[in-house]
């Protein structure tokens, strides 16, 4: 069946540091492919989105290409700040509804 | 923006009481969805609704039931809530096109004793 795996936690980076988060999947056909993010004490928001083959999804400085030859989709940013810091989330969609997320990915950005 | 409100951030029941958890949104969304959020253990579906009145069961839909008797409105109901219910509860809606994404409340964090 369909699946997200997602690099193990936690990630701690300093101010300015570039961020790699891999999450690759399982799926057949052609799934939707997100990123959420979780701040402390909230729901997930949306990130970036990306719905076929060589799409770069693109938010507030973080980008995430839809690699259908490796089936990833790693969230890459240049330079973190602090207010980076949340758990991260890669989910796919196949067929409408079902949504398969990640166990998410918990970044630190210290000063 | 897509607002999807859920009525309680923080709930603390007793054992073998019933709870209700309500969600609502402002996007005239036809899906609605129920999540549970554990540490480990990631997102688990609960239940989700296609359309009023309309109800699947999702992965862990043991111990809980839905109702949707609006559009806008989806609630969660703990028929009898125990120790192992207690967790963070996700509401997300969604349009009904086939790329669209969820869009999630705050949470309501409940917590039974």
């Known amino acids: 069946g369909d699946s997200v795996t997602q690099m193990e936690g936690p990630v701690t980076l300093s101010e300015e540091a570039f961020l790699t988060i891999n999450c690759t999947y399982t799926?057949?056909?052609?799934?939707?492919l997100f990123w959420y993010v979780q701040y402390p004490g909230e729901g997930l928001q949306l990130l970036l989105k990306?719905?076929?083959?060589?799409d770069k999804g693109s938010n507030k400085g973080f980008e995430a290409t839809y690699r259908k030859e490796t089936t990833s989709f790693h969230l890459e940013k240049g330079s973190v700040q602090v207010s980076d810091s949340a758990v991260y989330f890669c989910?796919?969609?196949?067929?409408?509804?079902?949504?398969?997320f990640g166990t998410g990915t918990s970044l630190t950005v210290i000063p | 923006d897509v607002k999807v409100t859920q009525s309680s951030r923080y709930l603390v029941k007793r054992t073998g009481e019933k709870v209700f958890l309500e969600c609502v949104q402002d996007?005239?969304?036809?899906?609605m969805f129920w999540y549970r959020q554990d540490p480990g253990l990631g997102l688990r579906l609960i239940y989700f609704?296609?359309?009023?009145?309309?109800?699947e069961k999702g992965d862990i839909p043991e111990g809980y039931s839905v109702s949707r008797e609006k559009k806008e409105r989806f609630s969660l109901i703990l028929e009898s809530a125990s120790t192992n219910q207690t967790s963070m509860y996700l509401c997300?809606?969604?349009?009904?096109?086939?790329?669209?994404?969820?869009?999630f409340g705050n949470g309501t964090r409940l917590t039974v004793t």
């Open positions: 997300a809606s969604k349009s009904g096109s086939a790329n669209s994404p969820l869009h």
């Open positions: 799926a057949t056909g052609y799934p939707s």
């Open positions: 990306a719905t076929k083959a060589d």
């Open positions: 989910a796919l969609a196949h067929t409408g509804n079902q949504f398969y």
């Open positions: 996007m005239d969304h036809e899906n």
């Open positions: 609704s296609y359309d009023v009145k309309m109800k």
